[in-house]
């Protein structure tokens, strides 16, 4: 058990999940209760919102997807509920379907230039990526 100055628990192999807020075990965790996952998501989406440079990025994978082309767009602004909002527009406007995972819309096929047009008139600044 390894543990810093402020005598909070760092690491342990015995103590299974530490909860990230009070550095408790998950299972005597006074937290739990009070919105700490709340204020733990609200946090990394701040960072996430600081880590963005403002561009909304629109590339192109076929990655794990046996072939199959998938057009993404990186780096829109907002929270979940936002992108997944952006997203079904996405899709209507292109015909087809797809997803939003991690924060990267997935919109299904080669719909890069149709994209670039529709964000850059809803007045995104986009970057063609790949």
């Not at 009070?34 to 909304?56: F, L, Q, T, Y």
């Not at 994978?61 to 997944?84: I, L, M, Y």
Request: net charge positive; hydrophobic share 30%.
């Amino acid at each position: 058990m390894t543990r810093d100055s402020g005598d909070r628990l760092v690491y342990s192999s015995e103590a299974g999940r530490i909860c990230p807020a009070c550095g408790r075990r998950i299972t005597v965790c006074d937290c739990r209760g009070k919105g700490a996952r709340a204020r733990i998501a609200a946090r990394d989406a701040a960072e996430a919102e600081k880590a963005s440079d403002g561009i909304v990025r629109v590339g192109r994978s076929t990655k794990g997807r046996g072939g199959k082309v998938v057009t993404t767009v990186c780096g829109v602004p907002g929270g979940e509920a936002a992108q997944k909002a952006l997203a079904a527009e996405l899709k209507r406007s292109c015909g087809t379907g797809g997803s939003v995972k991690d924060g990267v819309i997935e919109i299904q096929g080669e719909h890069r230039d149709t994209l670039v047009r529709e964000l850059e008139a809803r007045g995104f600044k986009v970057k063609r990526a790949g």
